[in-house]
T-cell receptor
Framework: GQNIDQPTEMTATEGAIVQINCTYQ??????LFWYQQHAGEAPTFLSY????GLEEKGRFSSFLSRSKGYSYLLLKELQMKDSASYLC???????????FGAGTRLFVKA | ETGVTQSPTHLIKTRGQQVTLRCSSQ?????VSWYQQALGQGPQFIFQ???????GRGNFPPRFSGLQFPNYSSELNVNALELDDSALYLC???????????????FGPGTRLTVL
């Protein structure tokens, strides 16, 4: 079957670092995406990993281990505006289907 | 370059009715995917169209159907609406060019459908 697991909620302090984990089981793998979604808005693209390792983009980094079916999103120097849901999504081969996790709601407190 | 747009923004229907949602893809994008997002959940894949042909489908019944037009705009049609169809419907466009293509999707703002 196909399954993506990520924590439901996390809380962190402004200026700190937070790591959001994602584990997946899918039939075929064509890359893993992280999206940010503020309440009532559409998801916006953060990162894409298709090879093992760390991809860094400003305050955001994403890591992938294909053998472990594991990824994480690392957010540094947290800001209040980072309070949002973070969606882990896997693109599977065949049919271009993208499977989303339920999302992790991140609360950033002062 | 224009982004992905959707209409209408909000819609209220009653059980048993039919609804058509519309999506205009980002310029240059030939692939559109539709998703249903219930409150507090991640988007669930409904189907994808690539160059006017359905290119993949999720676990949704046949009363969910779609079209993609030559200009790559798209429609999602839902017949015999049920209460559980109440959700945010998102479309996302991309430049998918094959099974192994990197396929970053750009989402529209969504249509909030309420079924009473």
């Amino acid at each position: 079957g196909q399954n993506i697991d990520q924590p439901t909620e996390m809380t962190a302090t402004e200026g700190a670092i937070v790591q959001i984990n994602c584990t997946y089981q899918t039939s075929g793998f064509n890359g893993l995406f992280w999206y940010q979604q503020h309440a009532g808005e559409a998801p916006t693209f953060l990162s894409y990993n298709v090879l093992d390792g760390l991809e860094e983009k400003g305050r955001f980094s994403s890591f992938l281990s294909r053998s472990k079916g594991y990824s994480y999103l690392l957010l540094k120097e947290l800001q209040m505006k980072d309070s949002a849901s973070y969606l882990c999504a896997v693109s599977s081969t065949g049919g271009f289907k993208t499977i989303f996790g339920a999302g992790t709601r991140l609360f950033v407190k002062a | 370059e224009t982004g992905v747009t959707q209409s209408p923004t909000h819609l209220i229907k009653t059980r048993g009715q039919q609804v058509t949602l519309r999506c205009s893809s980002q310029s240059g994008h030939n692939t559109v995917s539709w998703y249903q997002q219930a409150l507090g959940q991640g988007p669930q894949f409904i189907f994808q169209y690539y160059r006017e042909e359905e290119n993949g489908r999720g676990n949704f019944p046949p009363r969910f159907s779609g079209l993609q037009f030559p200009n790559y705009s798209s429609e999602l049609n839902v017949n015999a609406l049920e209460l559980d169809d109440s959700a945010l419907y998102l479309c996302a466009s991309s430049t998918g060019a094959g099974p192994a293509a990197y396929n970053e999707q750009f989402f529209g703002p969504g249509t909030r459908l309420t079924v009473l």
